[in-house]
């Protein structure tokens, strides 16, 4: 075993590897397929736990209870990627590597066997690093170590290398109304008159649109919602009738136990009224419309941990309603969940339409992850809710659901 330091760099006697990155908090640990010019080709090529595979690259989720790692095929990297860099970010939003000592551990990814550790040196106010490197020269695969710091997190990294990072928009400024002019008052009575009859009426203000911004709809490719945020699943002009997925994801929190999440939908009619649920327990309703993958019962590996397929093109006329939600059965809270989100998908093209990620989790075991309403136009809504209750099952949620709908 080598111990490396910045610079240093070791053939790799294996076609696969894996690289993982160890600390004493919860790390974010992702990678990035690079060009000779040090780029990206597409978002594709950047690796983590919502996106965790690429060609010759995977993400490998440690459940909470081992550091995350990168494996890296060399012999499936495709050609023009000549570097595959290795990047870990505390979990915890604004924390610093100050006191924080991560080691990066290259291993052999067939059998375990370590080949290298690097543990970066002299780390401050750093917030995001590159690690180590997997690279190309001259027809031969290596490891380099880096131990690059970045200020700016994960996104100036991602940035650096040319993946596009969406920033929320600002919400805009507040226009006041015009001031309405002062009335005459009556000398004799020192009470303010009637205006004129011509006085024009002040203007009435508008409310602004959830989220702070106007309709979104899917013409311009995957939304972010922020809470309570809608997007129209409208795409050119027309609404989105086909089979859609919500894939639901979480993690424990950083050596928490296995959690016990169960993801799942209730339908509801236009006046509020429960038609049914969707859940562990009953994995098809509305005569098969919704389904359910069936449960996860600890959380564990990357990727979706349940997901319901929802036929927009088959929910009954009476179903206008849907609400997802998620509820902790084992009785731990969100703040002990890391990582928890949903996302819409076209289940055809696979391609991801909408994605809400869970932020602020409050001590209760229950939350109402997003909900669907079909309008009188035929298209359907759907709103990122994120609001908390205290259930551990879907039983629980139906009171509040429909209270949010």
């Known amino acids: 075993m080598t111990a490396m330091t910045p610079g240093s760099n070791i053939p790799l006697p294996t076609a696969r590897v894996a690289v993982d990155v160890a600390a004493p908090v919860r790390l974010d640990v992702s990678g990035l397929l690079l060009t000779a010019d040090g780029k990206v080709r597409s978002d594709d090529d950047f690796i983590f736990y919502n996106q965790p595979t690429g060609p010759g690259v995977t993400y490998r ?83 380099r170590a880096v131990g690059q710091g970045y200020a700016n997190g994960l996104a100036g990294i991602a940035t650096d290398f040319g993946v596009s990072v969406e920033e929320p928009a600002a919400p805009p400024a507040p226009v006041a109304p015009p001031m309405p002019a002062a009335a005459p008052v009556d000398p004799r009575t020192a009470a303010p008159t009637a205006p004129p009859v011509d006085a024009p009426a002040a203007p009435p203000v508008a409310a602004p649109a959830p989220g702070g911004s106007g309709k979104i709809n899917l013409d311009k490719g995957r939304v972010n919602l922020q809470k309570n945020q809608t997007v129209s699943l409208v795409k050119g002009g027309r609404p989105l009738l086909s089979q859609v997925k919500m894939g639901l994801g979480w993690e424990p929190a950083f050596r928490g136990k296995d959690i016990d999440l169960d993801a799942s939908v209730i339908a509801y009619g236009p006046n509020r009224n429960h038609l049914d649920s969707c859940y562990f327990g009953k994995l098809s309703i509305l005569n098969g419309a919704i389904k359910h993958s069936g449960d996860n019962l600890t959380g564990e590996g990357a990727g979706d941990d349940e997901v319901i397929v929802v036929d927009l093109g088959r929910i009954p006329p009476e179903a206008t309603g849907l609400v997802f939600t998620v509820n902790s059965f084992t009785g731990q809270k ?56 205290k259930s551990r099952t879907v039983r629980g949620m139906v009171k509040p659901a429909a209270q949010a709908l």
């Not at 391609?351 to 009188?376: H, N, S, W």
Request: charged share 20%; net charge negative.
């Open 61 to 143: 989720s440690g459940g909470g209870t081992a550091p995350d790692a990168i494996v890296v095929d060399t012999a499936a990297v495709p050609p023009g990627i000549e570097k595959i860099v290795v990047t870990a970010s505390p979990d915890a939003a604004g924390q610093t590597f100050q006191g924080i000592e991560p080691t990066a551990t290259v291993r052999n990814a067939d059998d375990g066997s370590v080949l290298a550790t690097f543990t970066p040196p002299r780390l401050g106010a750093e917030t995001a690093l590159v690690v180590i490197e997997v690279y190309l020269r001259n027809g031969a695969w290596k490891a």
């Open 334 to 389: 969100f703040t002990e969940v890391a990582k928890a989100y949903c996302r819409l998908i076209d289940a055809t093209s696979g391609e991801e339409l909408v994605r809400f990620d869970l932020t602020g989790a409050e001590p209760q075991t229950g939350v109402m992850m997003a909900k669907l309403i079909k309008q009188f136009s035929g298209e359907w809504e759907m709103t990122a809710i994120g609001d908390f209750v």
